[in-house]
């Protein structure tokens, strides 16, 4: 268990993306999925520019009923996209529903590749306007091609995702209501952050709920090592965890005590974590103990988890480091800093400053990003549009930047607030060990689909309405996005 933590937390918290793609593979992802390529834009909003690439998608049809079935836009994120295992919950509403899956890998990640490397330049077109965009010209062809193959009306999709793809359903859901009727967003961080220190103070919260004792005595062990660097023994402390000379910084070594309980806190490890953090010890050879032989026992590199991994341009459809980080430098923010409303869980040294000098020196540019400027385009957690469903975990640190409660009459929001559900957790498939939380909000996410479903059907003109006259239906492309402002 105290090795799966340490990978959680070397692998996620640094970088704030959603892991669960890769964490929890056999729960959400099948890997003997087929794989079909869709010709793509590069650049969606230069007509200049005709350049194109391949990008990867998965089609789960088998359950599919054209007549009456919806579709569901499952939006893969900033790591490699596999099929949806049978037994996710996008997959077991679309036997629920007689739908089709349709799974969508993000540009530059994967196999999705649009240039021959990563350097800074070729990053340009890595930006969220650009993979909605691929999202909407996708979506649409699709449509286009099952009208044609099957005689049915034009069909909208739900879209689906989590985390960062969350996000992106509910963005997409607002910005293209002729594509998309539905949006399930799960732990949906719409709302841009540059200063997140939110994220730090929910871990401090998260923890407490095992005692006091937990996040105080990673306090105190964070705060060993931040008066062992004071005094001038960053040498000793390294060799004795077995660094090289050089190998990393205070700050750097700094910022990697404050992810190791973000991590797995995150994915939905938190008692394990206060079980090993009660094992911890209490002076620093005990803290060091503690870091070196979790390191060794797994045989991680010093660049697992710091700077080094993020500036290679090298393509690698198993690598997500540099292109995330180029997302939240360019764009999206998140950075996680220190709690200005808890105890801090994290050092103090950690603040923007820190992420600043973070992605210069990875870009090789001045590059920061403005989060107003995205929010304004989006709306933050104040978007505006209909039928979304914002779900959030309430041990979550992601929770803080989503929408957990709302005044818009047709969103629903959902906090599942149980032992160890955080991230993306209603996302997962069904177990026996499923908390009755879980369970619960799952029974009424289906509800609320199942309602939103029938009303798209009867605007489509395939099931009978009892409300609509015959020339109110609109089952055309051009007519689409009328369904909107039916009552």
Sequence with gaps: VFITLLVLALTSARLYQNKFEELRQAELFDSFGKAYEYTQKLDHFNPQNKETFAQ???????????ETGPLFLYICGEGICQQPADNSFVVNLAKKFNGRVVALEHRYYGYSQPKPDWSTENLQFLTPDQGLADLAQFATDKSRE?????????RRWITVGGSYPGAMSAWFRAKYPHIAFASLASSAVVNAIKDYHQYDGQIYKSTLKSGEWCPNKYIELIKAFEQAFDEGKADEVFSKIGFRPGDVTPLDFLGFLGNFPAGAVQYGSR??????????????????????????SHNLKIDDFFVGDSTSHTLDPYANMRQWTYQICSNLGYFQTYSRDTPAMRSEQINLDFWRDQCSKEFGVDIFPDTDHWNELYGGKDLVSS?????????????HASVTETDNPTYHTF?????????????????PTDAPEITEARSQIADILEDWIAHELELEGVVFSTFLEHEAKYPTESKAALREFAK
């Excluded at 906090?415 to 177990?431: M, R």
């Design 415 to 431: 906090v599942i607030d149980c032992d160890d559900c955080a991230h993306c957790v209603d996302l997962y498939g069904d177990k």
């Design 271 to 296: 008692r394990a974590l206060c079980s090993q953090i009660s094992e911890a010890g209490d002076n620093l050879d005990d803290y060091i103990n503690f870091i070196r032989n979790a390191l060794n």
């Design 56 to 66: 990867r998608y998965f089609d789960i049809d088998k359950y599919w009923d054209p």
């Design 387 to 399: 039928r979304i469903i914002f779900t959030n975990g309430g041990e979550d640190p992601w929770q």
């Design 146 to 154: 099952f009208t044609e193959q099957h005689g049915i009306p034009f």
